[in-house]
């Protein structure tokens, strides 16, 4: 078991968000946290990340208790965090964005240069000395994926990767999701667009109202209409 959280409840202020939020990752998954807007999927990812720590519950990472734990000591822990607004430098150039995010990987095997971030958005290697705030959505999108990587981590949390995005920006997400799937990375996804993370996740949770209302598998939750229907109006 890679990620464990078990009955978190988080809080913004006074208002109770999540409501014994339970779920499991295991090694070199793909699951995915799908739900309405508002339904609590990114209050899960910042309570994984520390940036909205639960009142109550439990985070385990490889057996170590993160709950509540200082982001940056999360990441070090291994978890890179994407998220949903993707908090760019825009005036820095995307090459410092890069610098900025640079970590030593643990393992020989695991580690993202950028060479090798620039192989899979050569984009990002086209505009390296633009500033951030000048790219488009899509390219700032690619930009805070890996700014993530260049941290090498071994686990990353993606909130709303393809939200407003060009059909051609998906796609290019979509192949990045198989590719760092094949080389074993652990992933956490949210998403809205439901057609999108059936295709690239193993698993799929569900989440309404600040609980889990549904988990499974992605062939189990392609044959329940009723479950799609009432949960994701597709």
């Known amino acids: 078991m890679e990620l464990s959280v078990e009955n978190i409840n988080t809080f913004y202020g006074l208002s109770h968000i999540l409501f014994d939020v339970s779920l499991q990752v295991d090694k070199g998954e793909v699951v995915v946290l799908l739900g309405r807007n508002g339904a609590g999927k990114t209050t899960t990812m910042l309570s994984i990340m520390g ?12 057996g170590q208790d993160i709950t509540g734990m200082a982001p940056y000591k999360v990441a070090r822990a291994g978890i890179g965090f994407v998220p949903e607004d ?5 005036d820095i150039t995307v090459l410092g964005n890069l610098d900025v995010g ?13 060479e090798r971030i620039y192989q899979l958005f050569p984009v990002l ?14 390219e700032q999108q690619m930009l805070t ?25 998906v796609k290019v997400l979509g192949e990045f999701i198989e590719v760092i799937k ?10 809205q667009n439901t057609k999108f993370a ?3 996740a193993d698993r799929a949770y569900i989440v309404d109202n600040g609980s889990i209302k549904y988990e499974g598998s992605i062939a189990e939750l392609e044959n329940n209409d009723e479950i799609k229907k009432r949960y994701l109006a597709v």
């Not at 640079?102 to 020989?108: A, L, P, Q």
Request: proline letters at 7%.
């Open 182 to 191: 094949k080389e074993g990375m652990t992933v956490l996804l949210s998403e």
């Open 102 to 114: 640079r970590k030593g990987s643990k393992t020989k095997n695991n580690k993202w240069t950028l």
């Open 51 to 62: 940036l909205n720590p639960p009142k109550s519950g439990a985070i385990t990472y490889r």
């Open 145 to 169: 994926i890996a700014r993530s990587l260049m941290g090498n981590p071994d686990f990353l949390l993606l909130d709303e990767p393809s939200e407003g995005l060009a059909p051609l920006i």
């Open 125 to 138: 290697k086209d505009f390296s000395n633009r500033h951030g705030g000048t790219l488009s959505g899509g």
């Open 198 to 200: 059936l295709k690239h």
């Open 86 to 90: 993707r908090r760019i430098f825009p």
